[in-house]
């Protein structure tokens, strides 16, 4: 018996990292999965390796930053599967010129010194792209799912990825923790509106996690020991980690919890912030 048997889930940003992760670990559990992705090639090979293992998987392309591309996304999967009853909300990106491709070119290609990106002198295109893509694009995921979910006797469960960047402030990444901190706000506005629909909706706070989004930091020896040391738990954390989460919160299992943020963390909060 799964524990997600005869629930449908879609996942944002399930092409890769911990939205694959997401992907993977509810199929396990029994869910149908819609894997939706800018990058429908990869979102593709996500829900050909679900099927491979059993289960069953579909892909779309979205850009969640597009109201219209979420409502179709939501569309897609009641006429794939029937009816949502779960999402993970986890497309996102870590600076406005970051783009998710494999681990090792993401390594050698992306940012490593954020020092030109501090808050002064950040354009403000790129502050609204990650503004647009990680808060307002998380907005139009929940409230196109939401619609689906309004009429079910079962409600539904809505789960945000944020970060610890909610709650902490990192140098070069104002844009970023502002939208997490937002997603976090957003969960709470949204569970308290969409409670009387049995709607739950909560929040996770991975710590440092081992994706391609990190890649270019997790290639360091330095930054890794660095970021080791001040996680109490000494590792970081691997997409199943935030998954397993998620699956706590998208299930039954987690019925009298909304409004909630779970950090995955390592205890690097409760370290950081006391
Ligand atoms: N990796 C970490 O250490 C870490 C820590 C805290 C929070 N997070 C958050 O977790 C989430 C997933 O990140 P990840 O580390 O798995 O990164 P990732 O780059 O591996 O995966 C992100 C996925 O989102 C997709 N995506 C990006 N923009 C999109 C858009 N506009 N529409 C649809 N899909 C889009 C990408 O194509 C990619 O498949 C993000 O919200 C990120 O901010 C990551």
Not at 88 to 108: C, L, N, P
Not at 217 to 239: F, M, S
Request: with cysteine.
């Amino acid at each position: 018996m799964g524990r997600m048997d005869g629930k449908v889930a879609v996942i944002t940003g399930g092409a890769s990292g911990i939205g694959r992760g997401c992907a993977l670990r509810f199929a396990e559990e029994g869910a149908s999965v819609m894997v939706a992705d800018l990058n429908l090639d990869r979102a593709n090979e996500v829900a050909d390796e679900v099927v491979g293992a059993g289960g069953a998987a579909q892909a779309v392309q979205v850009d969640t930053a597009s109201e219209e591309a979420c409502e179709a996304m939501a569309a897609a999967t009641v006429d794939a599967f029937g009816k949502i009853d779960a999402c993970v909300a986890a497309a996102g990106i870590s600076h406005a010129g970051y783009v998710s491709r494999d681990a090792e070119t993401q390594a050698t290609e992306d940012r490593f010194d954020k020092d030109d990106m501090l808050a002064l002198d950040k354009s403000v295109d790129s502050w609204q792209r990650v503004i647009d893509v990680n808060l307002t694009g998380v907005m139009l995921t929940d409230r196109a799912v939401a619609r689906h979910m309004l009429g079910s006797e079962s409600g539904g469960a809505i789960v945000n990825i944020a970060s610890v960047a909610a709650v902490t402030a990192l140098k070069g990444s104002a844009d970023y923790c502002v939208s997490k901190a937002g997603v976090w706000m957003l969960t709470k506005c949204l569970a308290i509106e969409l409670a009387r629909n049995k709607i739950r909706v909560n929040a996770v706070g991975p710590g440092y996690i081992r994706t391609s989004m990190s890649a270019a930091v997790t290639v360091h020896d330095g930054w890794v020991k660095a970021r080791e040391k001040e996680t109490p738990l000494r590792r970081l954390g691997e997409p199943v980690d935030i998954a397993n989460a998620c699956l706590y919160l998208a299930s039954d299992e987690s019925s009298f919890v909304t409004g909630e943020i779970l950090f995955p963390d390592g205890g690097l909060n409760a370290h950081v912030r006391g």
